[in-house]
Protein backbone atom coordinates (compact mmCIF):
# COMPACT_ATOMS: atom_id res chain seq x y z
CA UNK A 1 0.00 0.00 0.00
CA UNK A 2 1.09 3.56 -0.86
CA UNK A 3 1.52 6.17 1.18
CA UNK A 4 -0.69 8.42 -0.35
CA UNK A 5 -3.46 5.37 0.03
CA UNK A 6 -2.54 5.13 4.20
CA UNK A 7 -3.38 9.07 3.82
CA UNK A 8 -6.58 8.87 2.50
CA UNK A 9 -7.68 5.91 4.42
CA UNK A 10 -6.76 7.83 7.73
CA UNK A 11 -4.23 4.86 8.17
CA UNK A 12 -1.13 7.49 9.12
CA UNK A 13 -2.02 11.59 9.66
CA UNK A 14 0.57 13.98 8.02
CA UNK A 15 1.60 16.44 10.67
CA UNK A 16 4.17 18.75 11.24
CA UNK A 17 7.89 17.43 11.12
CA UNK A 18 8.31 17.20 14.30
CA UNK A 19 11.80 16.84 15.79
CA UNK A 20 10.94 17.48 19.56
CA UNK A 21 8.60 14.43 19.42
CA UNK A 22 11.08 12.16 17.26
CA UNK A 23 13.91 12.92 20.31
CA UNK A 24 10.99 11.90 22.79
CA UNK A 25 10.07 8.45 20.93
CA UNK A 26 13.79 8.11 20.34
CA UNK A 27 14.61 8.43 24.21
CA UNK A 28 11.79 6.08 25.10
CA UNK A 29 13.24 3.55 22.66
CA UNK A 30 16.55 3.43 24.31
CA UNK A 31 14.90 3.31 27.31
CA UNK A 32 13.04 0.27 26.35
CA UNK A 33 16.26 -1.56 25.61
CA UNK A 34 17.59 -1.03 28.50
CA UNK A 35 14.54 -2.51 30.18
CA UNK A 36 14.86 -5.10 27.76
CA UNK A 37 18.09 -6.09 28.85
CA UNK A 38 17.32 -6.21 32.29
CA UNK A 39 14.01 -8.34 31.60
CA UNK A 40 15.98 -11.07 29.84
CA UNK A 41 19.12 -11.12 32.52
CA UNK A 42 15.82 -11.56 35.07
CA UNK A 43 14.56 -14.65 32.73
CA UNK A 44 11.79 -12.93 31.97
CA UNK A 45 11.80 -13.64 28.29
CA UNK A 46 7.89 -12.75 27.47
CA UNK A 47 8.01 -9.33 28.47
CA UNK A 48 11.72 -8.78 27.34
CA UNK A 49 10.70 -9.51 23.88
CA UNK A 50 7.80 -7.44 24.55
CA UNK A 51 9.70 -4.45 25.42
CA UNK A 52 12.05 -5.03 22.41
CA UNK A 53 9.42 -5.02 19.86
CA UNK A 54 8.22 -1.85 21.95
CA UNK A 55 11.76 -0.05 21.35
CA UNK A 56 11.36 -0.90 17.67
CA UNK A 57 8.06 0.62 17.31
CA UNK A 58 9.40 3.82 19.45
CA UNK A 59 12.16 4.28 17.00
CA UNK A 60 10.15 3.91 13.62
CA UNK A 61 7.68 6.38 15.49
CA UNK A 62 10.90 8.91 15.86
CA UNK A 63 11.36 8.58 11.91
CA UNK A 64 7.31 9.21 11.29
CA UNK A 65 7.67 12.25 13.51
CA UNK A 66 10.74 13.89 11.84
CA UNK A 67 8.83 12.72 8.44
CA UNK A 68 5.35 14.56 9.27
CA UNK A 69 3.55 12.24 9.98
CA UNK A 70 1.93 10.27 12.94
CA UNK A 71 0.04 6.77 13.15
CA UNK A 72 -3.52 6.95 13.34
CA UNK A 73 -4.91 6.42 17.18
CA UNK A 74 -7.02 3.54 16.18
CA UNK A 75 -4.15 1.56 13.65
CA UNK A 76 -1.94 2.27 16.21
CA UNK A 77 0.92 -0.53 16.03
CA UNK A 78 -0.05 -1.58 12.52
CA UNK A 79 -0.33 2.10 10.74
CA UNK A 80 3.66 2.20 11.81
CA UNK A 81 4.56 -1.00 9.77
CA UNK A 82 2.67 0.05 6.85
CA UNK A 83 4.49 3.29 7.17
CA UNK A 84 7.61 1.52 7.10
CA UNK A 85 6.61 -0.53 4.29
CA UNK A 86 5.23 2.65 2.17
CA UNK A 87 8.07 4.81 2.44
CA UNK A 88 11.61 5.48 1.15
CA UNK A 89 14.26 3.41 3.38
CA UNK A 90 17.32 1.45 2.87
CA UNK A 91 17.38 -2.30 1.57
CA UNK A 92 19.16 -3.31 5.18
CA UNK A 93 16.76 -1.28 7.57
CA UNK A 94 13.34 -2.33 5.52
CA UNK A 95 14.52 -6.26 6.37
CA UNK A 96 13.42 -5.02 10.20
CA UNK A 97 9.80 -4.03 9.45
CA UNK A 98 9.37 -7.84 8.44
CA UNK A 99 11.21 -8.71 11.68
CA UNK A 100 9.05 -5.88 13.69
CA UNK A 101 5.73 -7.65 12.27
CA UNK A 102 6.51 -10.81 13.60
CA UNK A 103 7.51 -9.25 16.98
CA UNK A 104 4.27 -7.33 16.89
CA UNK A 105 2.07 -10.74 15.99
CA UNK A 106 4.47 -12.66 18.85
CA UNK A 107 3.67 -9.67 21.32
CA UNK A 108 0.26 -9.44 20.62
CA UNK A 109 0.01 -13.51 21.71
CA UNK A 110 1.56 -12.65 24.94
CA UNK A 111 -0.37 -9.94 26.06
CA UNK A 112 -3.76 -11.34 25.58
CA UNK A 113 -4.03 -14.92 24.75
CA UNK A 114 -0.80 -16.98 26.42
CA UNK A 115 2.32 -16.79 28.43
CA UNK A 116 5.41 -18.49 28.58
CA UNK A 117 5.88 -18.60 24.78
CA UNK A 118 9.01 -16.47 24.19
CA UNK A 119 12.62 -18.94 24.77
CA UNK A 120 15.30 -16.86 25.60
CA UNK A 121 16.71 -17.09 22.40
CA UNK A 122 14.05 -15.59 21.12
CA UNK A 123 14.31 -12.95 23.66
CA UNK A 124 17.76 -11.99 22.95
CA UNK A 125 17.25 -12.14 19.21
CA UNK A 126 14.32 -9.34 19.80
CA UNK A 127 17.05 -7.54 22.05
CA UNK A 128 19.71 -7.74 19.00
CA UNK A 129 17.53 -6.61 16.45
CA UNK A 130 15.75 -3.43 18.28
CA UNK A 131 19.60 -2.65 18.92
CA UNK A 132 20.36 -2.52 15.51
CA UNK A 133 17.15 -0.99 14.27
CA UNK A 134 17.89 1.43 16.75
CA UNK A 135 20.68 2.14 15.72
CA UNK A 136 20.15 2.59 11.83
CA UNK A 137 17.11 4.84 12.63
CA UNK A 138 19.25 7.19 14.53
CA UNK A 139 22.05 6.78 11.48
CA UNK A 140 18.49 7.89 8.95
CA UNK A 141 17.50 10.81 11.75
CA UNK A 142 21.18 12.14 11.17
CA UNK A 143 21.34 12.31 7.72
CA UNK A 144 17.60 13.94 7.83
CA UNK A 145 17.90 16.44 10.10
Known sequence: MSLEELL???TVKRIA???RLS???LAKARRDIGASGTLYEKGEYDWSLAISYNAM?????ALMYIRGYRPSSSDGHL???KFLEATPIDE???KYTAIMDRLRKK???LVYEEYDVVTEKEARQALMWAEQFLERIKKILEQET
Do not use: D, W
Open 23 to 25: GIS
Open 92 to 94: ETA
Open 79 to 81: AVI
Open 8 to 10: RKG
Open 17 to 19: PNA
Open 57 to 61: LGAAR
Open 107 to 109: RHR
